[in-house]
């Protein structure tokens, strides 16, 4: 039986050795060796129950593997979000089976059900499994209770959850453990649950959760028309990208997790556990294309929420929690240490308080877009343009920008463009609804956008657009240009810009945001950033650049971790960097995929 000295604290791997499982709540994620060391009961942002992925000593996991296995293999059933992780060796094969079954009945307290099913495939197989929580950040004490014929009972000022096991549980210190062996054939169930009754498994309670669960996920993803040439690629992104949701408001999280480093050792650790309006603007209009328009409806709601919550003084924040609070204040946990020693690590977003008036246009976009499918109601309209009288008074006042720099506002190219999209698709969406709007005024608002990034945002020696006026740098987020219909793809600026930037922000497939000069008052290197490398490929598409854009799209592929997800950025080695995994870079895939199926299928 494993004591406290062969516990496996002290390691950290890899952020791309990782899956995730979720129940439309929040996300478990799952290691190639066995392990969850991340997973937040409750909701995305709620406090970790485990969290040694930020300090491999202090912050809990919870591991089941096989260990005379040194050739662990992970996968997902086909499609669905339940992973099975194998474990390989000369005389047994062993496999777990993870999931979390999706929590769709809206009730307040969830039970976050984390199933955990370990199955002696060949040979006579031995398992270990490990459970030592640390509640709340590892700031909360916690007791251990061990129940005969249920498991054990954690319970702490932060939450209780309740191990119900069919194999017996051993106390150990501050955790669980046991080793036990299984018969070819044989399986064991360990099923966490929080806040849940002391009950002891039930024979087949294991089967039909994971029948239920593998019946949802099936019958979402087959909702999906996408039918072009990287199907297992596309549907693995939004099957990711669905978990990311927040079922009881629609709310769509960035990432999971908080402080996995944009460069090891460095300041450029943020929490992603928030509804980002930019980034759930462009998921939603990537999962409408692919024909999911439940999340879509569900979004619009919760943007109208948002839109009534406005102040004259504030209007829209840039992000919110997902029950749409708006107090996130940024404070840093100085017991943890950080992945792989990367200080520090936070919770909270100061970025709340940023400016970004970009993304006026991105929700404007998707909402005109949604409106396509499904007529928007006249209150979502009527909030819509009292955020765009808003946007009237203030979009020619400098910002943060989409890349939240830190080293002062500026009048960024980006948020002109965008303020532009705003008012140009209002003023249509209006037209072909026929609803009551200012479009004169809307309409000259577009046209001085439009001049500010001709006129001011082009630099003629650089023979580019550059980031702000009077600047000499090349922002990657103008790659959207064509996107949007601000430029047209073969306008002769745009192209200069996309050469400009093909010879000095990208490397073979992999694009930087900017060139790191320190102009985003933050110190350190960060690795590519995988959304702009995406954007890079529709950018060249449109161009007509299309066996050039599918080569670097197929290239991008390859950075995809086993089982198909991208963190946010990725370093010099190709190792994942950033936190894990990140919606823009799924969403954008999808849209490369449609854009270069569309282009490859054009006589």
């Known amino acids: 039986m494993p004591l406290n000295g062969s516990v496996q604290y002290g390691r950290y791997l890899p952020i791309e050795e990782h899956a995730i499982v979720g129940d439309l709540r929040t996300v478990a994620l799952v290691g190639t060796d066995g392990t969850i060391d991340w997973f937040c009961p409750g909701r995305f942002d709620a406090p970790s129950l485990f969290g040694s992925l930020l300090d ?3 912050g809990g996991f919870y591991s089941l593997s096989c260990p005379t296995s040194s050739r662990p293999k992970q996968l997902y059933l086909p499609d669905t979000n339940i992973l099975m992780t194998r474990f390989l060796a000369a005389e047994a094969v062993g496999e777990v089976i993870d999931f979390m079954v999706p929590d769709t009945s809206g009730t307040a307290l969830p039970r976050d059900l984390l199933v955990r099913r370990a199955t002696a495939v060949r040979g006579r197989a031995t398992f270990d499994l490990q459970c030592y929580p640390a509640f709340d950040y590892a700031r909360v004490p916690h007791t251990v209770e061990i129940v005969d014929g249920v498991g054990a009972v954690f319970d702490s000022a932060g939450g209780r959850f309740v191990l119900r096991s069919s ?3 051993v106390h150990d210190g501050d955790g669980v453990v046991a080793r036990f062996s299984l018969e070819q054939g044989e399986s064991a169930d360990i099923v966490l649950e929080w806040n849940g009754l002391i009950a002891p498994l039930i024979e087949g309670e294991t089967d039909i959760l994971l029948a239920r669960t593998t019946e949802y996920w099936q019958k979402w993803i087959g909702q999906s028309r996408y039918q072009g040439r990287w199907r297992e690629m596309v549907h693995r992104s939004a099957l990711a990208l669905k978990l990311l949701v927040y079922h009881p408001t629609g709310a769509l999280v960035a990432a999971p997790t908080t402080s996995l480093p944009e460069c090891l050792g460095g300041e450029r650790n943020w929490d992603y556990r928030y509804t980002w309006l930019r980034d759930s603007a462009f998921t939603i209009h990537s999962l409408m294309t692919l024909g999911f328009l439940e999340e879509a409806s569900a979004f619009m709601e919760w943007l109208q929420q948002r839109c009534e919550q406005a102040t004259l003084e504030r209007d829209l924040m840039i992000m919110y929690s997902v029950d749409g609070s708006d ?12 992945y792989r020693g ?21 929700l ?20 819509l343009s009292k955020r765009l009288d808003w946007l009237s008074r203030h979009w020619d006042e400098p910002d943060e920008g989409i890349w939240e720099v830190r080293g002062g506002r500026q009048r960024f190219t980006y948020s002109g463009v965008m303020t532009w999209v705003a008012y140009e698709r209002a003023s249509r969406l209006a037209r072909d609804r026929g609803l009551p709007a200012t479009l004169n005024k809307w309409q000259r608002l577009a046209a001085r956008a439009y001049r500010f990034v001709q006129q001011e945002c082009w630099d003629p020696d650089l023979g580019a657009y550059v980031m702000h006026p009077g600047s000499k740098h090349l922002d990657a987020s103008l790659l959207c240009m064509p ?29 930087h945001r900017y ?7 933050l110190t350190g290197e960060e690795g590519t950033f995988n959304l702009c490398s995406f954007w890079y490929v529709d950018a060249l598409t449109a161009a007509g650049r299309v066996k050039e854009s599918r080569m670097i799209f197929e290239k991008m592929l390859t950075y995809a971790n086993h089982v198909g997800l991208y963190a946010e950025e990725i370093g010099s080695s190709g190792e994942a960097l950033g936190n894990f995994p990140q919606a823009f870079t799924h969403l954008a895939l999808i849209s490369s995929a449609v854009n270069l199926d569309r282009a490859l299928d054009r006589p």
């Open 364 to 383: 404007m976009d998707a909402v005109y877009l949604y409106n396509r499918e499904v007529p928007i109601s006249y209150d979502l309209w009527s909030g």
């Open 515 to 521: 060139a790191n000069t320190g102009h985003d008052g």
């Open 327 to 338: 107090k996130l204040p940024e404070q840093t946990l100085d017991h943890l240490e950080g």
């Open 342 to 362: 990367s200080r520090p690590v936070r919770i909270g977003n100061g970025a709340v308080g940023h400016r970004q008036l970009d993304v006026y246009g991105e």
């Open 483 to 511: 996107m949007v219909k601000f430029s047209g793809p073969t306008d002769p600026r745009f192209l200069m810009t996309l050469d400009r930037m093909g010879s000095e922000l990208v490397s073979d497939s992999l694009v």
């Open 56 to 58: 491999a000593k202090k």
């Open 167 to 169: 194999v017996p549980l």
